[in-house]
């Protein structure tokens, strides 16, 4: 059996699924996770309070398939507590996250499971195709084209260390939290969030935690349909949240950014390759400081 066949075989896989009143297109959600042609593990469900019919469509898709689907009940306290919640749940070696209403393609398990073979990588982030409600094409993906996507998933892909991580920083990629996978070795670190720190968006605390264990590695194909409609709770691409260290004026916004890097390289401060990439990032630091002072 190929190597990253083998990789594949073994690998446990969970998904983690935020919901909140989704009930009118989660079936078609749900049903593509049991089409993948890599299998799942394991879908954790955290549910915030809905008032629709969304659990009991979560739990007759259980009955459905043959791997394990968890419904958590959550008290509705914001999208990334939810996304915590279910997190705490999972038993996976690779955890991907997902959306109440977009749909995945039948090869996202598969391409991801195998861009994580590389075990320098912490975390995984694929492009996806706007769509309408219909599933209909919006004629442009989440990073503008597929020509796009190719440029600057090579572009990162192929940076050192240090600047695999300055790119990220500087917040131009779009990581969108159903974008999203990493490894289970960050859960424990992931849902100790720190309060005093509070205006990290689930996808950013997910990729700034990541990127101190490895890099981050962007792939260039669209994975999802990812729908765009005016029930959305989270994600819409109109409304998406900032991205990470994205600059912006404001003392406060400069103040936080530097305290979240500070904070990420406390964690690793007692590895000394881990924390040499954190270190190396003065320059960064002047150029958010001057930007923000402009």
């Known amino acids: 059996m190929p190597r990253n066949k083998r990789l594949m075989h073994k690998t446990n896989i969970s998904v983690i699924l935020p919901t909140y009143n989704g009930a009118r297109f989660l079936k078609e959600t749900l049903e593509s996770f049991a089409s993948q042609l890599l299998p799942i593990n394991q879908l954790v469900c955290s549910d915030d309070s809905s008032d629709d019919d969304t659990v009991a469509i979560i739990n007759d898709f259980a009955n459905t398939v043959s791997f394990e689907v968890i419904c958590l009940n959550h008290k509705r306290d914001g999208v ?49 195709l706007l769509v309408d409600d219909t599933l209909s094409s919006l004629g442009r993906t989440l990073r503008g084209s597929k020509d ?11 940076a050192s260390e240090e600047k695999n991580l300055e790119i990220f920083l500087r917040g131009k990629i779009p ?76 003392i406060r916004k400069y103040d936080s950014r530097i305290e979240k890097i500070n904070y990420c390289a406390e964690l690793i401060k007692d590895d ?14 002047c150029f958010l400081k001057n930007a923000n002072l402009a």
Request: contains cysteine.
């Open 80 to 128: 990334t507590a939810n996304y915590l919640n279910a997190l705490a749940s999972v038993k996976g070696d690779l955890i991907l996250v997902a959306d109440q209403d977009d749909v995945w393609l039948d090869n996202k398990t598969e391409l991801v499971v195998q861009a994580m073979s590389d075990s320098r990588i912490s975390l995984i982030s694929h492009d996806c």
């Open 148 to 158: 796009q996507s190719k440029v600057l998933s090579s572009n990162l892909n192929t």
């Open 175 to 250: 990581l969108l939290a159903h974008t999203l996978a990493f490894r289970s070795e960050l859960i424990s670190t992931l849902l100790n969030k720190p309060e005093n720190i509070d205006d990290w968006w689930f996808e950013e605390w997910v990729s700034c935690i990541a990127l101190t264990h490895g890099r981050l590695e962007l792939l260039k194909e669209h994975l999802v349909l990812y729908r765009q409609h005016g029930n959305q709770t989270s994600g819409g691409f109109e409304n998406s949240p900032p991205q990470p260290f994205k600059i912006a004026s404001g």
């Open 272 to 285: 000394d390759k881990r924390y040499r990439r954190f270190q190396s990032l003065s320059e960064y630091s």
